[in-house]
């Protein structure tokens, strides 16, 4: 109480002191831009404009809270970007300088008629922006909003400066779906971590909020296991078509999780069990299943699927997966583990019910809560394991009626290593061609008529790794279409319309060429 009476004064204080240099600024007549003509992907909750401008200048300067968690950051954040975009220093919470007559203020406020945690409310006047949120994410993704709304080009008519001008009005905006995300397999292909950091971070500036992050397979084991060493030292020694693989150090993980969370992106590891497991097998050969249906592990490059399986009646397998699921989850802070589950067709269903149920108690002994493939849901598992549907969307009833929550992935809708047609040269067609407007049209809240919304966490689009080994491959495959999914997590069903999308997305080319985005150039987006 005390504390927000005395941060009351100090803002008081603050724009008093600002207005009484108000002065000192130069009168400046704004062209008409219209906030209402926007380009910004995904599209805001609101959009009220009003006919003037900001003009972004070399006297502009951020001023961020820095009493409350995060909103430093967010304004450094900012200010790097800015500087990044159109190579303007803009300092951030220093102490007035005289100079300095623009002012971006981000401030925390408990009070802001939206509900989400991720809400945020941006003011664009003609002499401040005033970025409002209830916490650092919702001021990240605010920023996200400010980013975009940057000309490419400066006005070097208004002022004896050059100014960036950017169009007045109000912005209320938050998320219709709490779960945002998008997976990377780099098991079947292993990705550098500046590769992945590079994709975390244009997942970010579409507002994103979760990065999962598939981390073995048959081909593959990616991350380092200290207790068990030979995971990565021969399991992450190769990948498909028969690479020299790779695997990530913990210290690696650490940084990508920290990297991630800078903005305000949540990582979730997964490891897929009980099939998909010939890498680990193949490191310590107790593990496979040798009485069943699974193919004796070897080094696998090729990209079938289903054919291994742990060996499920015996305890080893479990404290294994204690040390293994410990390891992981005691660096990865998110509430979750996701752990696979799918394609078991080496592993009977009897075997496969009771190894899940065991499997769930030691990610919850060790603090997560599961996430798994749609196939996890005929084991008798607690609400709060959480229901990825790709499938099968008869598991998806099921886990409802079981009281658990869903994440939209259907492969036909969202798998990114669809093809987009018959020509693309990357990509796999089990699942149907994905061009870029059958990705965009369609409403994760009637996907699966019988479900409610709350039903449904969010979504997430999957991209398997099985065709693509680099970063532009990678690029091709995501983007434009994860650009789309990120309105479809986003903007709410009445604001999305794909005619409208389109000359929004035009508007995003020169973002992505100025990013180096390897993206796929699909003849129904009038690209310039
Ligand atoms: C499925 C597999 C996955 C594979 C992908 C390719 C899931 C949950 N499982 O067969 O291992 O990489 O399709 O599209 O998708």
């Known amino acids: 109480m005390k504390n927000n009476f005395l941060k009351t004064v100090a803002l008081f204080l603050v724009i008093i002191a600002f207005s009484a240099c108000e002065e000192k600024k130069e009168i400046i007549n704004y062209p008409q831009t219209d906030l209402a003509i926007n380009t910004i992907i995904p599209k805001p909750l ?154 975390i971070d244009l997942l970010a500036y579409y507002k994103f909020n979760k990065f999962h992050m598939h981390l073995t397979d048959d081909q593959g084991w990616r991350i380092e296991i200290k207790s068990w060493p030979k995971l990565t030292e021969i399991g992450g020694a190769s990948e498909v078509g028969g690479g020299e693989g790779g695997f990530y150090t913990q210290e690696d993980f650490k940084a990508l999780v920290a990297y991630a969370a800078d903005r305000h992106i949540e990582i979730i590891p997964e490891v897929d069990l009980p099939g998909h497991t010939n890498a680990a097998s ?81 990610v919850e002994k060790h603090g997560k809560n599961v996430i798994g493939w749609n196939e996890i849901s005929q084991a008798n598992i607690s609400p709060n394991s959480v229901h990825q549907l790709w499938k099968e969307v008869h598991h998806s009833l099921e886990a409802v009626k079981n009281g658990s929550k869903i994440i939209l992935s259907p492969g036909k809708k969202m798998y990114l290593d669809m093809k987009y047609d018959n020509d693309t040269k990357l990509g796999l067609t089990w699942a149907g061609l994905i061009p870029v407007d059958s990705a965009y049209q369609w409403n994760p809240e009637t996907y699966i008529e019988e479900l409610d919304k709350d039903d449904i966490l969010g979504i997430e689009a999957p991209l398997w790794s099985e065709t693509i080994s680099n970063l532009e491959e990678l690029e091709y495959l995501a983007f434009p279409r994860v650009i789309g999914y990120s309105e479809l997590g986003w903007s709410v069903q009445k604001n999305r319309n794909w005619e409208d999308y389109t000359k929004r997305l035009v508007g995003h080319q020169s973002f992505l060429e100025k990013e180096k985005v390897n993206y796929y150039p699909s003849a129904k987006i009038p690209w310039n």
Request: charged share 25%; net charge neutral; proline share 5%.
């Open 282 to 362: 193949l490191s310590y050969p107790f593990l496979h299943d040798a009485n069943g249906r699974a193919k004796t592990p070897r080094v696998r490059t090729d990209m079938l699927v289903g054919y291994s399986s742990f060996d499920v009646r015996k305890d080893t397998v479990y404290s294994f997966l204690d040390d293994v699921i410990g390891e992981i989850a005691a660096i990865s802070p998110s509430k979750y583990f996701h752990i696979g589950g799918d394609e078991t067709f080496a592993t009977t269903k009897k075997d496969y019910l009771y190894f899940v149920e065991r499997v769930e108690a030691i």
């Open 46 to 199: 609101k959009v009220i404009p009003t006919n003037s401008g900001f003009g972004l200048d070399s006297s502009t300067v951020i001023y961020t809270n820095q009493t409350v968690k995060g909103f430093e950051n967010v304004g450094k954040y900012l200010a790097e970007k800015i500087k990044h975009q159109i190579n303007l220093d803009v300092p951030v919470n220093t102490s007035r300088e005289e100079s300095a007559t623009r002012m971006i203020f981000i401030n925390q406020t408990d009070s802001l008629p939206l509900t989400s945690p991720e809400a945020y409310e941006l003011y664009i006047k003609n002499d401040s922006i005033i970025l409002n949120a209830k916490n650092a994410a919702g001021a990240f993704r605010g920023i996200q909003t400010l980013r975009q709304l940057i000309p490419e080009k400066s006005n070097d008519t208004l002022s004896s400066k050059p100014m960036w001008v950017i169009p007045s009005g109000k912005i209320l905006d938050e998320p219709n779906f709490s779960y945002r995300g998008a997976m990377l397999d780099v098991a079947r292909h292993f990705f550098t971590v500046d590769e992945v950091k590079k994709y």
